[in-house]
C-alpha cells in the first residue's frame, strides 16, 4: 500500500446525491438548484410529449389527410398459379383449406384469404378460403374443381 493505491474502506463513503431545499446555509436552499420561475421550477412539472418549449409543436405543424377505417379487413391474396405450384410439388392433392396454406407457410394463421385469378388451374381441387375473385371462381370450376367461401 502506498500513495498512490489508498482508497477508503468498503461501505464508508456513500454517495447519495445531493439534499437540496435544506436552507440558505447548505448552498443549495431558496431555489433548490431549479433556477428561478418557469415550468421547470414548479412542483407537478412534467414535459407533455411533444413539447417544443412553446413553439408549434410538429404533429401540430404537418397538414393530416385521409383517414383509416377501423372497420377494413386486410385479405391476403393467392393466385391460382400459386395453387398450381403446390399441386405441382405434391403438396396438395384434392383439397386447399386453412391449415394446409398455414403449414405451407403460404400464410399465417390469423389472416384472411382471397383466391386471385392470377395465373392457371389445371388440378380438380376443392378449395375452402374466405373469399374468391369472379375469375378464380369461374377457373376453378371450370378445372371440374369446387369453391367454398368460410
Known sequence: MNLSNLQPAKGSVHKDGKRVGRGQGSGKGGTATRGHKGA???????????????????????????????????YVGINLNKLQELVDKGVVTDTVDLDVLVNNNVVNSTDLVKILGGGELKAKLKISVHKFTASAKAAIEAAGGEAVSL
Open 40 to 74: 421547470k421550477s414548479r412542483s407537478g412539472y412534467s414535459k407533455k410529449i411533444g413539447f417544443e418549449g412553446g413553439q408549434m409543436p410538429l404533429q401540430r405543424r404537418v397538414p393530416k389527410f385521409g383517414f383509416n377505417n377501423i372497420n377494413r379487413k386486410e
